[in-house]
C-alpha cells in the first residue's frame, strides 16, 4: 500500500493552487511540444520532404504543418471538449439531471466525462481546422501520439489530487490518501484501487502499440486512420480499467462510462475500416494522387548527364 501524505494544494502569490492543477497544465504543455515537433516532421505533399519548400503556391513556407495553425486547432478543442465531457457527465448521472436539467449549465458542480471531452474536442478542432484550410488527414495524423501522450498525463496528473480513485480493496497495490486536502474522491483515506494510476499505465501501453503501427509504415498515407486507431486503443484500455471504478452498473456489469468508452472503441474501428476500404477501392480505381514512394518515384524519372 502507499500512502501520499502531501497537501493537496500549496499557496502562491496568496492563491490556493491544487498540485493536480499544475500537473494537469504540465501535461497540456508536453503534449503540445510533442505535437509540433511531429508536426515539422509530417509533410503535407508526401512527394516531397518536411524541409522543402511548399508545391503550393499559395503557402509560404516549408511542406510541413503549421505551428500556428496546432495553437488555433488546439484552442478550438476546448469549447468542444467541455460541451461533450459535460454531455459525458449528464450520461453518467442520468437521473440526477433528468430531474434538474438546468444544472447542466451550473459548471460549478459535477465535472466531465473524458471520453466525450474528447469526441467532442475532436469535433470542434476538426471543424477548424477545415476552416483553415488546414489538411486535416495529416493534422489527425500527427496529433495522434500527442492525444494519447496527453490522456496518459492527464490522468497521472489526477493522482495529485486524490481524483479517480477506485474501489476500496485489500490487493496490494493500493494507494490512500492522508494529507491535508480536500481530495477529488470520497473517503481518501480507504486504502483502494489507484485506476487513476492504472489507466495511465495502460494509457501508455495503448500509445506505444498505436506508434508501433505508424512506425512500420502501415499509415503511410497519412490520411488521419492512425488517430482513430490510436483513440480506439485508448478507449479499449480505458474500459478494461473501468472494471475497478466505483461506478455503479446499469447495462449487466458495465457501468455507463464503460458503454461510453466501448461506444468511442467501435466508432473509431469502423472509421479505421472505412479508411482502409477507401484507399483499397483508390488504388483499385488507379491512386488518388498520393501515391506510395515507389510508385512516386516512376513518374520522376532519373535525368541523366548529358554532354
Not at 494544494?9 to 511531429?38: C, H, Y
Not at 471531452?117 to 493534422?139: D, F, H, N
Not at 469502423?270 to 514512394?293: H, K, N, T
Request: net charge negative.
Amino acid at each position: 500500500m502507499i500512502t501520499f501524505t502531501f497537501p493537496a494544494t500549496f499557496s502562491l502569490a496568496g492563491l490556493v493552487v491544487r498540485w493536480e492543477t499544475v500537473a494537469a497544465a504540465v501535461a497540456v504543455l508536453v503534449a503540445l511540444v510533442i505535437a509540433e515537433l511531429i508536426a515539422r516532421q509530417t509533410p503535407v505533399d508526401l512527394e516531397l520532404e518536411p524541409d522543402a519548400p511548399s508545391s503550393d503556391p499559395e503557402i509560404d513556407g516549408p511542406n510541413h504543418l503549421r505551428a500556428d495553425d496546432l495553437l488555433f486547432i488546439a484552442v478550438a478543442a476546448l469549447p468542444g471538449a467541455v460541451i461533450g465531457g459535460r454531455l459525458g457527465y449528464a450520461v453518467l448521472h442520468l437521473a440526477y439531471y433528468q430531474a434538474d436539467l438546468g444544472a447542466l449549465l451550473d459548471y460549478t458542480k459535477g465535472g466531465l466525462e473524458l471520453s466525450m471531452g474528447v469526441v467532442g474536442g475532436t469535433i470542434t478542432a476538426s471543424i477548424v481546422a477545415m476552416l483553415l484550410g488546414a489538411p486535416l488527414g495529416r493534422w489527425l495524423h500527427a496529433l495522434a501520439i500527442p492525444l494519447v501522450v496527453l490522456l496518459g498525463l492527464v490522468k497521472l496528473a489526477m493522482v495529485f489530487g486524490g481524483t479517480g480513485q477506485g474501489v476500496p480493496t485489500d490487493f496490494s497495490l493500493t494507494t490512500r490518501y492522508l494529507g491535508d486536502g480536500p481530495w477529488g474522491s470520497l473517503a481518501p483515506q480507504v486504502p483502494s484501487w489507484p485506476s487513476q494510476a492504472i489507466e495511465a499505465l495502460a494509457t501508455v501501453l495503448a500509445g506505444g502499440l498505436a506508434w508501433f503501427f505508424m512506425a512500420v509504415g502501415i499509415f503511410r498515407r497519412r490520411n488521419g486512420a492512425s488517430f482513430f486507431l490510436a483513440l480506439g486503443l485508448w478507449a479499449v484500455a480505458r474500459a478494461m480499467v473501468a472494471t475497478t471504478w466505483r461506478d455503479p452498473a446499469v447495462v449487466g456489469t458495465l457501468s455507463a462510462g464503460q458503454l461510453l468508452a466501448i461506444g468511442l472503441a467501435t466508432a473509431c474501428a469502423l472509421l479505421v475500416i472505412g479508411f482502409a476500404s477507401a484507399a483499397a477501392v483508390q488504388r483499385a480505381l488507379g491512386g488518388d494522387g498520393e501515391e506510395d514512394d515507389d510508385d512516386a518515384e516512376d513518374d520522376h524519372p532519373v535525368a541523366w548527364p548529358t554532354r
